[in-house]
């Protein structure tokens, strides 16, 4: 008896297996949308500090959320190939870098510090056509290894090699040559003295540069020294 069903009873097992499927489809549908739909990571306001959070899982984002209290505004967004969560509306240096360690030290999770300078302290750029086709020339071998633990400030140059003589007369040096989520930038100080990052990055934003302080193990050193 159990070998025999009656068509309607098939028929009905059959529509709702095709519902759980479609609903299935549905739903990896709608994840693969979702996850699609992060939107890219809005710059800092001129004279803004932001933080933006390493934070690539749900659950990250979630205990993230959590420990922060509810004035400080949280977005979800992609900085360059990671998801991050953006924390803006720091005036100073110092009250980013506070809530820094706080995200690190609670959360585990690694944040990275950006910036853009103030209007008044824009330089306008010089207009040197055949120095922005030259490219930027190392003086030691070509030998591309990862950082290590501390702390990396980064100088967005804009595919204007003229920059590197302005920032090594900033920090004072020379500046190294790196990769950063696939892309190239100056590299103004590698340091494990916390101190010694965020006072370089103030004086690259009092010089009118764009620069960031992020996590050196994530940093690729194409040229340790570089020249025009």
Known sequence: MHRFQTLPSVLGLAISTMSFAYAGLIGGMSSV???Q??????PPTSGEY???VVSPTADNQKQLRSALPPELKTITCKYLNETVTRIGGFKKIDDANRWARYVSNIVGLSAII?????????KPPQTQPQLQQQPLQQTVNYNPQALGEGYAVLVDYYNRPELVNSVQQAVGGNVGFVSYGQRPYLLAVYTTNQSEAY????????GGFVAS?????KVILLRSTVRL
């Open 50 to 52: 932001l933080l933006l």
């Open 33 to 35: 949308f979702a996850q």
């Open 213 to 217: 302080i992020v996590d050196s193990r």
């Open 37 to 42: 739909a992060i939107p890219l990571c809005q």
């Open 114 to 122: 950006t910036t853009r300078p103030t209007t008044a302290d824009v």
């Open 199 to 206: 006072n370089t990055l103030q004086k690259l934003n009092n």
